[in-house]
């Protein structure tokens, strides 16, 4: 009788176990009773578009007859009300987007339409023409979308160096990438109220973050050195918004304006070749050391000469030469790779809170100015080698 009992009571429990285990059986194979599908009129780019890959719209999608941007259609082999209204919903969506992006940017140049995609984090507005990129050439909608993937990849990146969260980056950024120096020139000081005659990239870094740019041809002659440009500039509107929203540069901050978006940029695409000055830009062949910074700098601390913290913690960003520039990037390279992002983090938060570096800096790694310059140099020697690669 016990074991009937057991047995009873066993069958029971795995009774009431099988509504967790349970799948109800899907009734429509086309839509796996989502109610929509994806619109076959994309081709290949439909694998860029869709909202798994963080797109929520874009303007050559929009002009779909078939899906109207929404990107996914009614399933012809049921009926799901909700699926239907959702698509319907996002039609409109993307409708009034693009009737607002259309007279924020392109209403300002009176010229051909930009490209336009909204992501998670970004709204970019583009109209480069088609480039290589590895071996591939890649025309303008396509490459826009990559620019959409690598700016969404680079706030990742940023994000987790510094263990953040999204709530400590939680702006959206406009990125306006244009063809001609003509449209660059209307566009940039509109949208970041500056500029200059010959700029090649303008910033507004707070309270709304702006980088609008066109690819001067000598120092950014192909899709390698917009990237490096993009990732550069991006990165100074990431480290201005990341809270407490403050801009670095002009508070005597400037190996830390520049020397993240250097680490970044060398992290990224592997050479740093841009400074944040139009009279250095637009000299050709302006660098240093072709952008490879790790053999510079060895060869500096090897011959005695390295920069002392002491007195290139206390540089504006307009103020650094390109040995400073280099000494930025690897002092922040150095704190990153021996202390860790956390305590970068917290060392930022307390520099943005205007905390003084004598104070922000032994609080944060367990250095003074004055003595974090042994570790510097005994780190450089270890790890830098003095050969290019």
């Known amino acids: ?73 009614d399933c012809k082999q049921c009926s ?49 023409k088609a480039a290589t990129i590895g071996k591939e050439k890649v025309e303008p909608h396509p490459r826009m979308h990559i620019y959409g993937e690598r700016l969404e990849a680079l706030r990742a990146l940023f994000v987790q160096t510094f263990e953040l969260t999204d709530a400590d980056v939680p702006d ?10 003509k449209d660059h020139g209307v566009l940039g000081p509109r949208l970041t109220g500056m500029g200059t005659a010959n700029s090649v990239g303008l910033k507004l870094m707070g309270p709304e973050f702006v980088y609008s740019m066109w690819p001067e041809r000598r120092t950014l002659p192909d899709d390698e050195a917009v990237h490096r440009n993009i990732v550069h500039n991006v990165t100074h509107l990431l480290l201005s918004q990341m809270r407490p929203m403050l801009f670095l540069g002009n508070k005597k901050h400037g190996w830390l304006d520049e020397g993240i978006p250097h680490w970044f940029e060398d992290k990224i695409v592997g050479r ?16 240093f050391h072709g952008g490879k910074w790790r053999p510079a700098v060895r060869k500096l601390v090897d011959e005695g000469k ?76 270890a790890t830098y080698s003095p050969l290019a690669k």
Not at 175 to 181: L, Q
């Open 80 to 128: 799901k009300p909700s699926g239907e209204s959702d698509a319907l919903a996002r039609q409109q969506l993307v409708r009034d987007w693009l009737v607002q992006r259309r007279k924020t940017i392109d209403a300002l140049t009176a010229r051909e339409p930009y490209f336009h995609l909204q992501t998670t984090h970004y709204d970019l507005a583009f109209n480069l």
């Open 1 to 73: 009788m016990r074991a009937i009992a057991w047995f009873c009571w066993l069958l029971c429990s795995l009774g009431g176990l099988a509504p967790a285990f349970a799948q109800a059986p899907v009734q429509c194979r086309n839509c796996r009773d989502q109610g929509t599908v994806p619109c076959g009129k994309h081709g290949k780019l439909l694998a860029q578009e869709l909202p798994e890959k963080g797109v929520i719209a874009c303007s050559v999608a929009a002009e779909c007859k078939v899906c109207s941007g929404a990107i996914l259609i």
């Open 306 to 381: 390295a920069l002392s913290f002491a007195a290139l913690s206390q540089r504006n960003t307009d103020e650094l030469t390109f040995v400073e520039h280099a000494f930025a990037f690897a002092y922040v390279d150095f704190l990153l790779a021996t202390q860790g992002g956390a305590k970068f983090r917290d060392f930022l938060r307390a520099i943005k809170r205007e905390q003084p570096t004598r104070d922000a800096l032994p609080a944060a790694f367990g250095f003074t100015p004055l003595s974090i310059d042994a570790a510097f140099v005994q780190w450089v020697k």
């Open 272 to 287: 740093c070749l841009n400074f944040c000055f139009e009279e250095i830009l637009l000299q050709p062949g302006m660098n």
């Open 172 to 181: 959206r950024m406009l990125v306006c990438m244009s063809e001609e120096a």
